[in-house]
């Protein structure tokens, strides 16, 4: 089934159908402005933090889905029909209402067709704002003049503490102060109280945002939600709305609304605009001032125009056009857009993420990055010292870090059972592919402060973090598994040993070699690491290998997880990746290792995070055992791990296969059959439900998620193989051998490469040439070229 397409010349994901299985969302706005919105204008709003600054109300999980939102209710005064400009909530009959979505980048809009009325409406946030716009045109298409009463409606959180809000209602239903100034609504709560607008984390504080209208005459309006709607109706049929009139409520406790009346005349064929707009501050300053300074509405499409120029020049930073047109609108716009947005979001705001999780978790922060290195430098730069700063002197790291509330140097280091193995590690991905895409070698040198006590260049924290594992490591040698070791089901506990965490720890050390080996005057440090990598090699060599595959831990008794000798979980996929690309393996083992995944493990819908389930093993040995067969943890899809997989199939120069795995869990491979998948086709999701399940290819938790870093990370680097390196842009591609030829424009430092690759032999990988400007250059590398040059690449594969 097909409910949409891309339109890869505007970047946006057009549904025709509004139908959609699932709610199928968006994100508009920035990390100050932040707001969620779905194919039928369902969502929120949130200042800053969704968890301490969530203004608007969305009901999680609910039925109906993705109730309440931004609404625009439509009454005809003749024929007292009155229907939404969304589909949602009045949800007229499909036969008789057309609808259209589009998602953008962050932006959204949406059309209505219905009783020859045509509205447009474009959401979007303009950029350096701390308000939304709504931005509607209204058509009568019919052959008589028609009286429209058009309503908005929004639905506020009384505190902007999302959990206060929600369960707190004994506080949060007195809060509300409610107003109309000068026809803009001002929705205010804890009026009493000061306002402390740095000090996020205080909930009890007054509150204030507006809602005004440009280009209609305001006539009416509501602020209680319980006057709008009326007792026992629903947001499909407000007494207002169906009275067409408003009762001018002012709520002054219980549940406050935003709802605005206005009138609108057409004669046949005529159209007429008009805006919304919501946002932070007061009604008679900010309100005002935004709605004066958009009186003329001309303005908000020059603003519009800012905003999408701004995100498509980001995502432009590498764009490609190979014969595949799935993987060009991915890797185009929503691969890109997805891994911005999960940097942005992290796991807080979402349609699943209700803002519970407020806070930078330490493993999904630091990979997040690698997904939009090239696309935002300078935003990567700032968010890897704040991670950077969030580690400990001895060398782990702090579970989560609160943006607003982190002091560096004065956290209380983690005790030993808070620290998850794996943390600090992700470092040794992120820090190289930043300083390759920017060429800042003194980064290295850089000093920075440690969460609880001291400080040190950035290279010392590197060194930390391998002491750290190095010092907390079991009987075999590995690394302990703490509290989690990526896999947040497995609890080896303080000796239990993680295998997973000792191909980090190779990885680490390897790439502090040659990172120590770059900056050239550290011959100690190139001691030391080279004689902790042989140890680690050999206990690697005498305690990982399982026979075909490898092991994934050991348990403080000595239990294997991963190993034929188990029932369930007898293969996990993770230790056979990173032997991979921590290159500790022999070529024999990581193809037999490589091998058995593709046997144990991979299905259509992608590859499972292990295998068999776990029904018997005791839950408190692998919590995965909490979920039923084939979800999550569980020996689902866990699809965060498919980057790794398509790279470790890519570095054995298996095209076929790891292009295969990449289509396997690619969104847009099931836009046409999107009621297998059933979310978005354009985001990926944490995991698509496995073969052990009824449920087979649903997928669940779209958007906030490492699989868009690493999947992007993955097709961009490893199979179409561009991948920045300290001295340039190498270039090594792995595809289909019925690829022919592909095309990318890369942004490098500055330059812009348009490289073309030619594949006469139809080979997988190999390149037999390559050319800069009508110049053979030697090895695969391109130099970094001029700042503002344009050169020509041509690449022959063989
Ligand atoms: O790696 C974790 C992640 O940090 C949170 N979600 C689940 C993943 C796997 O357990």
């Known amino acids: 089934m097909q409910y949409g397409y891309f339109d ?41 933090s969704v968890a301490q600054g969530r203004f608007t109300r969305l009901r999680f999980n609910a039925v109906p889905m993705d109730q309440a ?39 959204t809009k949406i059309s209505s067709d219905y009783s020859d009325i045509a509205t447009n409406t474009n959401f979007f ?74 000090n996020l984390e205080e909930k009890d504080q ?65 159209e007429k605009e008009f805006a919304i707009f919501m946002g932070i501050g007061r009604a008679e300053k900010e309100g005002k001032q935004v709605v004066e ?57 979402s349609l699943v993420y209700s803002g519970a999780r407020d806070g930078l978790g330490y493993r999904d922060t630091v990979q997040d990055m690698l997904g939009v290195m090239h696309a935002i430098p300078e935003l990567v730069q700032e968010r890897l010292e704040l991670m950077i700063t969030g580690q400990v002197a001895s060398g782990g790291a702090m579970p989560v870090v609160k943006p607003f509330a982190h002091k560096p140097g004065f956290e209380p280091e983690p005790s030993p059972e808070e620290f998850r193995s794996d943390d600090a590690l992700w470092l040794f991905n ?29 290279l010392a924290h590197l060194r930390r973090a391998l002491e750290f594992s190095i010092k907390y490591s079991g009987a075999h040698g590995f690394p302990c598994g703490m509290l989690a070791d990526w896999n947040d089901c497995l609890e080896l506990g303080q000796q239990g ?17 040659e990172i120590c080996q770059l900056l050239e005057t550290y011959e100690d440090e190139i001691t030391w690491a080279v004689a902790e990598l042989a140890k680690l090699d050999k206990n690697l060599h005498e305690h990982a290998w399982d026979g075909e595959w490898f092991l994934r831990a050991y348990r403080d008794d000595g239990l294997k997880f991963g190993s034929k000798e188990n029932d369930e979980g007898s293969i996990f996929l993770n230790t056979q990746t990173w032997a991979v690309f921590s290159d500790h393996a022999s070529q024999e083992e990581k193809v037999s290792a490589m091998d058995a995944v593709h046997r144990e493990l991979a299905t259509d819908y992608g590859i499972m995070l292990c295998a068999p389930p776990f029904v018997n093993t005791d839950y408190k040995v692998v919590r995965a055992a909490l979920f039923n067969p084939g979800l999550k943890e569980n020996a689902a899809i866990f699809t965060h791990t498919q980057g790794w997989t398509i790279m470790a199939e890519a570095i054995l120069g298996r095209g076929e296969r790891a292009f295969d795995y990449y289509k396997s869990t690619l969104p847009a491979a099931y836009n046409d059959r999107a009621e297998v998948r059933q979310i978005e086709p354009y985001v990926y999701c944490q995991s698509t439900i496995s073969k052990f399940h009824p449920q087979e290819g649903a997928s669940r938790l779209p958007w906030l998620t490492g699989a868009a870093t690493w999947a992007y990370y993955a097709a961009s680097q490893y199979i179409i193989g561009i991948q920045p390196d300290y001295n340039g842009l190498s270039i090594d591609p792995c595809v289909p051998a019925k690829w022919d030829k592909f095309q990318v424009e890369r942004q490098f430092r500055g330059a812009t490469y348009q490289i073309s690759v030619s594949n006469p032999n139809g080979v997988n990988k190999g390149v037999a040439s390559i050319k800069l400007n009508g110049e053979a250059i030697e090895g695969q590398c391109l130099p970094v070229c001029a700042s503002g040059s344009n050169n020509k690449v041509e690449v022959i594969m063989s």
């Open 8 to 48: 890869d010349k505007n970047k946006e994901y057009v549904i025709e159908r509004p139908d959609t299985p699932t709610s199928w969302s968006n994100y508009l706005g920035s990390t100050r402005y932040g707001a969620i919105i779905t194919n039928n204008a369902g969502g929120y709003s949130f200042f800053k």
């Open 69 to 107: 939102g931004r609404y625009i209710y439509i009454h005809d005064a003749d024929t007292k029909d009155y229907w939404s400009a969304s589909w949602q909530p009045v949800a007229k009959p499909l036969d008789e209402y057309k609808s259209e979505c589009r998602h953008g980048s962050a932006y």
């Open 125 to 198: 946030v303009p950029l350096d704002s701390d308000y939304e716009c709504w931005r509607t045109t209204v058509k009568n298409n019919g052959a008589t003049k028609r009286t429209l009463k058009m309503f908005t409606y929004v639905e506020y959180g009384c505190n902007w503490n999302a959990n206060d809000d929600l369960n707190n209602l004994q506080y949060s239903q007195y809060i509300t102060d409610m107003s109309v100034v000068d026809g803009i609504i001002s929705h205010a709560s804890n009026t009493n109280l000061p306002e402390m607008p740095d």
């Open 206 to 270: 007054a509150r204030y945002t507006f809602l005004g209208a440009v280009g209609v005459e305001v006539t009416g309006y509501d602020t209680s939600r319980e006057a709008f709607i009326g007792p026992y109706r629903s947001y499909a049929n407000p007494i207002a709305v169906e009275k067409g009139e408003c009762s001018n409520s002012l709520a002054k406790a219980g549940n406050p609304c935003g709802t605005l009346q206005f009138e609108i005349t057409l004669e046949p064929g005529e």
């Open 293 to 349: 300074k958009f009186a003329n509405l001309d303005l908000i499409d020059s603003e519009f125009e800012k905003l999408k120029n701004y995100w498509h020049s980001k995502m432009s930073q590498m764009s490609v056009q190979t014969p595949d047109g799935d993987v060009d609108s991915m890797l185009n716009m929503w691969s890109q857009f997805n891994s911005l947005m999960t940097f942005f979001w992290s796991r807080a705001a």
């Open 430 to 458: 992120a820090v190289p592919a930043y300083v390759k895409e920017t060429g800042d070698l003194d980064f290295y040198k850089k000093v920075l402060p440690y969460a609880d006590k001291g400080q040190d260049t950035i």
């Open 497 to 513: 040993e993680t295998v997973f965490v000792a191909f980090q720890l190779r990885y680490g050390l390897k790439t502090y070699i």
